[in-house]
């Protein structure tokens, strides 16, 4: 009988445990539900991107800083020893190879340069965002490297493309 006994003194607490555990996993899930129908705000990407059309996918305020920095690089202004191996091929202009909305803030932008066609550069280049305005307040630069990829372009390949599809423009 005692034995018994201590069985239904073990099983009643783990009884309540498991219960208690049930319940608060039942919370919780009510919480994200709630949280999930609650927040439905934007993003910060949602507000930086918001209404583009392929234009301005093609020129815009993230183009221009990269622009800037490279000009920056280009005078001495900044150094960047990821550049350096390629501070010749990289003095002239650039075209819009890929260009995206990148998971921590801003644009992924992959370019190639009219001088060096075959190899393609990923730069990121991050936005302040007001929220409460909704709007974009300043841009920054953060970094470029040149990717393991290659392209079968030639500088004749970009310069057909420009005349041939609108809003694609050397940089």
């Given at each position: 009988?005692?034995?018994?006994?201590?069985?239904?003194?073990?099983?009643?607490?783990?009884?309540?445990?498991?219960?208690?555990?049930?319940?608060?996993?039942?919370?919780i899930?009510?919480?994200?539900?709630?949280?999930?129908?609650?927040?439905?705000?934007?993003?910060?990407?949602?507000?930086?991107?918001?209404?583009?059309?392929?234009?301005?996918?093609?020129?815009?305020?993230?183009i221009?800083?990269?622009?800037?920095?490279?000009?920056?690089?280009?005078k001495?202004?900044?150094?960047?020893?990821?550049?350096?191996?390629?501070?010749e091929?990289?003095?002239?202009?650039?075209?819009?190879?890929?260009?995206?909305?990148?998971?921590?803030?801003?644009?992924?932008?992959?370019?190639?340069?009219?001088?060096?066609?075959?190899?393609?550069?990923?730069?990121?280049?991050?936005?302040?965002v007001?929220?409460d305005?909704?709007?974009?307040?300043?841009?920054?630069?953060?970094?470029?490297?040149?990717?393991?990829?290659?392209?079968?372009?030639?500088?004749?390949?970009i310069?057909?493309?420009?005349?041939?599809?609108?809003?694609?423009k050397?940089?």
């Open positions: 009988m005692k034995t018994i006994f201590s069985l239904f003194s073990m099983v009643i607490p783990i009884l309540a445990f498991s219960m208690e555990y049930s319940n608060l996993k039942q919370d899930d009510r919480t994200l539900q709630t949280t999930d129908t609650i927040s439905s705000g934007k993003t910060l990407n949602d507000i930086r991107f918001k209404d583009w059309d392929r234009s301005d996918w093609l020129d815009n305020e993230y221009r800083t990269l622009r800037k920095y490279l000009d920056d690089y280009n001495g202004v900044v150094s960047n020893t990821n550049l350096d191996p390629y501070k091929q990289i003095k002239g202009q650039f075209v819009i190879y890929d260009i995206n909305p990148y998971l921590l803030g801003g644009a992924f932008i992959r370019i190639t340069f009219l001088d060096m066609p075959n190899r393609v550069f990923s730069s990121w280049i991050y936005s302040e007001n929220e305005k909704e709007i974009v307040e300043s841009y920054e630069f953060r970094s470029i490297s040149i990717e393991e990829e290659t392209t079968d372009m030639t500088k004749e390949d310069l057909q493309a420009i005349k041939e599809m609108d809003g694609i050397l940089w």
